[in-house]
């Protein structure tokens, strides 16, 4: 499997990561043990993994998993801290002391020394930046902490983020960690862009959009059966994903049509269409069976040609808004991208 370096730091991740949100919750431990022994067998190095996934069980098991194999030796481990582990007012959000009890929780629950990247999992509008990334810091210069970086985060935070710790001479910002996919590319707008002209290595979350890219589904039939969706057909439709309507499917559509020219499913498509993406370190896969997981790594010998990717790039463009990107690219003849030597298909 291939590896990239993450950002500027010294860490190298496998260009795809096991996402372990399922651990504890819609998998067994039994079976989180196989997708782990499967996924280092195939190359895997990278595993991600959050205080609050099955309220501390994906920790746990994968701790149990490290253990067994004797530590952890050749894997880059991740984990995040920030939303609620308890009902306490010190139980929740980026502060020091619910962000240093977090990371001990963590590192008891995985068995670990050191965590490789220790990510704030979103933004806390209660707490002043200066006083997470002064506890980040803290992490790293103790030997808790290698790397540290941040999810689900608007550009202008991500940017006052890394300015701030450049600023102040602290662990600078390694990581970004939004979701991406074929359905949502509105990170294409800012934090890609930021990513690529700080140096910060993008690892994508929900790559198949909760499943929907997986072609499963059909816009005239309700899911049934052991699928995410089958099991809870709501599933999807906040108003921060909203996948049931006709620009999905028309997406979908076409990431079927690729894949049948390709010879592959639709799956592999849409992994191989992020994987290409400029910026990106690791795809982070969210499988909740074995099977499930190795039809993704099948996808590791297949690349997208040109004319497929600006096919897809093109179904998939969300279009800018009016104002001010389309304001700077018609009017000042600026054009974001141009600037930092990429040109997705916007």
Same mark, same amino acid.
């Given at each position: 499997?291939?590896?990239?370096?993450?950002?500027?730091?010294?860490?190298?991740?496998?260009?795809?990561?096991?996402?372990?949100?399922?651990?504890?919750?819609?998998?067994?431990?039994?079976?989180?043990?196989a997708?782990?022994?499967?996924?280092?067998?195939?190359?895997?190095?990278?595993?991600?993994?959050?205080?609050?996934?099955a309220?501390?069980?994906?920790?746990?098991?994968?701790?149990?998993?490290?253990? !067994?194999?004797?530590?952890?030796?050749?894997?880059?481990?991740?984990?995040?801290?920030?939303?609620?582990?308890?009902?306490?007012?010190?139980?929740?959000?980026?502060?020091?002391?619910?962000?240093?009890?977090?990371?001990?929780?963590?590192?008891?629950?995985?068995?670990v020394?050191?965590?490789?990247?220790?990510?704030?999992?979103?933004?806390?509008?209660?707490?002043?930046?200066?006083e997470?990334?002064?506890?980040?810091?803290?992490?790293?210069?103790?030997?808790?902490?290698?790397?540290?970086?941040?999810?689900?985060v608007?550009?202008?935070q991500?940017?006052?983020?890394?300015?701030?710790?450049?600023?102040?001479?602290?662990?600078?910002?390694?990581?970004?960690?939004?979701?991406? !996919?074929?359905?949502?590319?509105?990170?294409?707008?800012?934090?890609?862009?930021?990513?690529?002209e700080?140096?910060?290595?993008?690892?994508?979350?929900?790559?198949?959009?909760?499943?929907?890219?997986?072609?499963?589904?059909?816009?005239?039939?309700?899911?049934?059966?052991?699928?995410?969706l089958?099991?809870?057909?709501?599933?999807?439709?906040e108003?921060y994903?909203?996948? !049931?309507?006709?620009?999905?499917?028309?997406?979908?559509?076409?990431?079927?049509?690729?894949?049948?020219?390709?010879?592959?499913?639709?799956?592999?498509?849409?992994?191989?269409w992020?994987?290409?993406?400029?910026?990106?370190?690791?795809?982070?896969?969210?499988?909740?069976?074995?099977?499930q997981?190795?039809? !993704?790594?099948?996808?590791?010998?297949?690349?997208?040609?040109?004319?497929?990717v600006?096919?897809?790039?093109?179904?998939?463009?969300?279009?800018?808004?009016?104002?001010?990107?389309?304001?700077?690219?018609?009017?000042?003849?600026?054009?974001?991208?141009?600037?930092?030597?990429?040109?997705?298909?916007?």
């Amino acid at each position: 499997m291939e590896h990239r370096q993450l950002g500027l730091s010294s860490l190298e991740l496998s260009v795809f990561g096991l996402g372990t949100m399922t651990f504890g919750d819609e998998s067994d431990e039994s079976t989180c043990r196989a997708m782990l022994d499967r996924f280092v067998a195939a190359g895997g190095t990278f595993i991600d993994t959050a205080d609050v996934y099955a309220a501390g069980a994906s920790e746990e098991i994968i701790g149990r998993w490290l253990a !067994n194999r004797g530590g952890p030796k050749g894997v880059v481990l991740a984990t995040k801290g920030r939303f609620a582990t308890g009902d306490g007012p010190d139980d929740r959000g980026a502060g020091r002391r619910h962000l240093e009890r977090a990371l001990e929780a963590s590192l008891r629950r995985l068995g670990v020394e050191v965590i490789d990247l220790y990510q704030v999992h979103g933004w806390d509008p209660q707490t002043p930046i200066e006083e997470t990334l002064a506890t980040l810091n803290d992490f790293v210069e103790k030997g808790k902490v290698r790397q540290v970086g941040l999810s689900n985060v608007t550009g202008w935070q991500l940017l006052h983020a890394v300015l701030v710790a450049r600023y102040e001479g602290w662990a600078p910002i390694t990581s970004l960690q939004p979701q991406y !996919n074929l359905l949502a590319r509105q990170v294409d707008w800012d934090l890609l862009p930021i990513c690529l002209e700080q140096s910060i290595g993008i690892l994508p979350w929900s790559p198949l959009g909760g499943g929907w890219l997986s072609g499963k589904y059909s816009p005239d039939q309700v899911p049934t059966g052991a699928t995410r969706l089958g099991e809870d057909p709501n599933r999807g439709q906040e108003s921060y994903f909203r996948r !049931n309507r006709d620009r999905t499917w028309t997406i979908v559509d076409e990431v079927k049509a690729v894949a049948r020219e390709g010879g592959v499913n639709a799956s592999q498509v849409a992994l191989a269409w992020l994987r290409q993406r400029p910026g990106i370190t690791s795809v982070i896969l969210g499988t909740r069976t074995v099977s499930q997981l190795t039809d !993704n790594l099948a996808g590791l010998d297949f690349t997208l040609d040109s004319n497929a990717v600006e096919r897809l790039d093109r179904i998939s463009d969300p279009g800018l808004p009016e104002y001010p990107y389309r304001f700077l690219e018609d009017l000042c003849g600026y054009d974001m991208w141009k600037e930092l030597g990429v040109r997705p298909t916007l």
